[in-house]
């Protein structure tokens, strides 16, 4: 079966701080990698995805994530924080057809003025 | 924005009572998710459809169940509710494409039900 490490549940970071946010996956075939972001009170919106191609991910707000296969890692990066990062951020995977996800339980960014 | 709402959007019941959630989506999708979100257990697949009249059981199935009779609606229900079953419920779209034909499908979210079952 498919699944996600989060590691670390909080993170928390000045603004203008690097922001780095890891996820591992269990995979015996290639994976398909997303994040997503939450924020409070909202449903989980798309922040990158990484499909085929390109390791390097680039997605919106300024974030981007690296797939890197031997260390079967996706993690998530901005090189400055803005206190709008603040919110949760789930890394999932996917493996087959109908997009079914396995997401990992999630880490949540605190931006400090 | 992906045109997916669900109701109601808050509730609260009783335990031993039945208790029916609704995703409606305007983008004629064809695959549906029903999730549950939990603090430390991130996002939990329940049940998930397939097309009209396909569905399929998820990770944490037991004590829910689904129906999908038209495209646009997904019915999520607990048949008699427990406290464990107080959560949040988010419902989710997505679309097989020409350049994910083997997955990779983005999944778009409704906003949430928050249910407390007393």
């Known amino acids: 079966a498919q699944s996600v490490t989060q590691l670390g549940s909080h993170v928390s970071v000045s603004e203008g701080a690097l922001v780095l946010l890891r996820c591992n996956y269990s995979?015996?075939?290639?994976?398909?990698l997303f994040w997503y972001v939450q924020y409070p009170n909202q449903g989980l919106q798309l922040l990158l995805k990484?499909?085929?191609?390109?390791?390097l991910v680039k997605g919106i707000n300024g974030f981007e994530a690296e797939f890197k296969k031997s260390e079967t890692s996706f993690h998530l990066t901005k090189p400055s924080a803005h206190m709008s990062d603040a919110a949760e951020y789930f890394c999932?995977?996917?493996?087959?057809?109908?997009?079914?996800?396995?997401f990992g339980d999630g880490t949540t960014l605190t931006v400090k003025p | 924005d992906a045109g997916i709402t669900q109701s109601p959007r808050h509730k609260v019941t009783e335990t031993g009572t039945p208790v029916t959630l609704r995703c409606h989506q305007t983008?004629?999708?064809?695959?549906m998710y029903w999730y549950r979100q939990d603090p430390g257990h991130g996002l939990r697949l329940i049940h998930y459809?397939?097309?009209?009249?396909?569905?399929d059981k998820g990770e944490v199935s037991d004590g829910y169940s689904v129906s999908r009779s038209k495209t646009e609606d997904f019915l999520l229900t607990l048949e008699s509710a427990t406290s464990s079953q107080t959560s949040v419920y988010f419902c989710?779209?997505?679309?097989?494409?020409?350049?994910?034909?083997?997955?990779?499908?983005?999944?778009?979210f409704g906003p949430g039900t928050r249910l407390l079952v007393l």
């Open positions: 983008e004629n999708h064809r695959y």
């Open positions: 989710a779209i997505s679309e097989s494409t020409a350049q994910t034909p083997g997955g990779g499908e983005t999944q778009y």
């Open positions: 999932a995977v996917s493996y087959t057809n109908a997009g079914k996800s396995t």
């Open positions: 990484y499909t085929t191609g390109a390791t």
């Open positions: 995979s015996s075939v290639p994976p398909y």
């Open positions: 459809s397939y097309g009209v009249k396909d569905t």
